[in-house]
């Protein structure tokens, strides 16, 4: 009799399996593209939180391409011509991404040193409570001691500019509080535990009575107030973080409600073309009130404005305001809505544990750029797949989240990339090459797998079918058939 073939057989089918595996895309790699590490106690408890609640924590590959570009408009000093607020958005991008954290504390470390003309602008004791507000989500976000940043203490200096009716005021003689210092402030203190109920109240009476949105400034008038999409989604994020999500739930159904149908969100509910910086703080709010729908498509919209391989090298990567178009506001509106892309709100940004590194712009070249052009920077040489996505150094790029990637077209694909640009980012301030644009559709962090996918699964069919006609072949020889 001859030997009985079942086992090897049995085997045939189990390793066809594995190479249609092999093929698929992502396949291999799904260990490495795990969340970027969040250190400390705090920080571990919010994850594991999270993944309780079945959040997806993975930190989304246009968030870093974003991030990327915008620390290489950083210069070698840490900051963007001297400009404190903005530097300060940066640091908050780079932090939610997960990536660049060499970077943001060379930048955390500038604002830090420089803090006081950001602080007290204009004459000796003068206060800016956005600036302390600002600077204390810094401090939160990159474990930094907010009594005792630089020669100041943030908390004493926000606490300081709080009125008698709950206001967060500048206390120099031209105050320039809006309805975005007084949710920044409440968001600052969440972060240390000290809101104060007179501040959530005030917010609260500047509610517009006809939607529930919130105002861009401050009205006498509830009833003739108009809502502002910023104004709402921050109030939305602070609401929460406050631990009063209850008084948001108008202001959701405001941005539900007055989302365009392509995804986006215009500055009022009366607009009709959407902005990146609208979209981002709508979307952050959607996401804190589990409106996933909502904010999946505000995800997918924000991803057709970020610039992609048909790009200039310098300019892949930075998001447009309203098209994907690099201009004079691009830094500004790319380093805010990083924080939306990498799904974060506000109170939640935690830097700890980021990779030091930048993630390598991988666009199927060969090449993998990181601060290249006009800014500055490096080019690392080194491998990459065919598709144009974000990678790690020493480590596969992430794929989007689940929950943003059910709206795009497609997912990113790993890429493998050696060399790092971390030492880069010197050059001019701001803009790449002006005037470069991209199509939605070489987005860097959705293209390339549904190309990738017919030609794994014509594969996996044909080693099905050979596993089959071997394992016949062998049963009917068995048999004498």
């Known amino acids: 009799m001859s030997p009985s073939i079942r086992p090897r057989a049995a085997a045939t089918l189990p390793a066809a399996l594995v190479g249609v595996a092999l093929l698929l895309p992502g396949a291999g790699t799904a260990a490495a593209a795990e969340p970027a590490p969040r250190a400390g106690a705090e920080a571990q408890a919010r994850a594991a939180a999270e993944k309780a609640a079945g959040k997806d924590t993975a930190r989304s ?4 391409a974003a991030a990327t570009w915008a620390a290489d ?5 840490g900051h963007v011509s001297r400009d404190h607020g903005l530097t300060a958005d940066i640091v908050l991008g780079l932090a939610a991404s997960g990536t660049a954290g060499a970077t943001a504390e060379r930048a955390t470390n500038w604002l830090q040193t420089n803090a006081r003309d950001y602080l007290t602008p204009g004459k000796a004791g003068d206060v800016s409570a956005t600036g302390a507000a600002k600077l204390a ?5 990159e474990n930094r001691d907010p009594e005792h940043f630089g020669d100041h203490n943030l908390i004493e200096m926000l606490k300081g500019s709080l009125q008698k009716d709950g206001r967060f005021k500048d206390t120099a003689a031209s105050d320039t509080h809006d309805q975005y210092t007084q949710p920044l402030g409440i968001l600052a203190l969440s972060r240390f535990h000290q809101v104060p109920k007179e501040a959530v109240d005030f917010l609260l009476k500047s509610r517009c009575e006809d939607d529930g949105g919130f105002p861009l400034q401050n009205g006498p008038d509830a009833k003739a107030c108009v809502s502002d999409t910023g104004s709402t989604g921050m109030a939305v994020q602070a609401l929460y973080a406050a631990g009063r999500p209850e008084e948001a739930k108008r202001a959701l159904d405001r941005l539900e409600r007055t989302q365009l149908p392509d995804g986006g969100f215009a500055a009022t509910a009366t607009g009709r073309e959407g902005d990146s910086r609208s979209t981002a703080l709508g979307v952050q709010a959607l996401l804190v009130g589990k409106r996933a729908g909502a904010a999946n498509k505000g995800l997918a919209w924000l991803r057709t404005r970020q610039l992609g391989c048909s790009a200039a090298p310098a300019d892949r990567g930075a998001i447009g305001s309203r098209k994907a178009v690099v201009d004079r506001e691009t830094l500004r509106v790319t380093a805010q809505v990083v924080p939306a892309l990498a799904e974060q709100s506000l ?13 390598a712009l991988a666009c199927g070249t060969g090449t993998t750029t990181g601060g290249t052009g006009t800014t500055g920077g490096t080019t690392g040489k080194g491998t990459s797949s065919t598709s144009p996505s974000p990678s790690r150094s020493a480590s596969p790029s992430p794929s989007p989240s689940s929950s943003a990637s059910a709206s795009a077209s497609a997912s990113a694909s790993p890429g493998t990339t050696s060399g790092d640009s971390s030492t880069g980012g010197s050059g001019t301030t701001g803009t790449g090459s002006t005037g470069s644009s991209a199509s939605s559709t070489d987005n860097l962090a959705a293209t390339g797998a549904d190309s990738a996918l017919p030609a794994a699964a014509g594969a996996g069919a044909l080693l099905l079918t050979g596993a089959a006609a071997v394992t016949l072949s062998r049963r009917m020889r068995r048999t004498g058939a």
């Open 73 to 77: 408009q950083l210069s070698n000093g």
């Open 61 to 64: 590959a246009a968030a870093e």
């Open 137 to 141: 989500l810094v401090a939160a976000a």
């Open 347 to 359: 109170a939640e940004i935690d830097g700890r544990g980021s990779r030091p590194g930048r993630a």
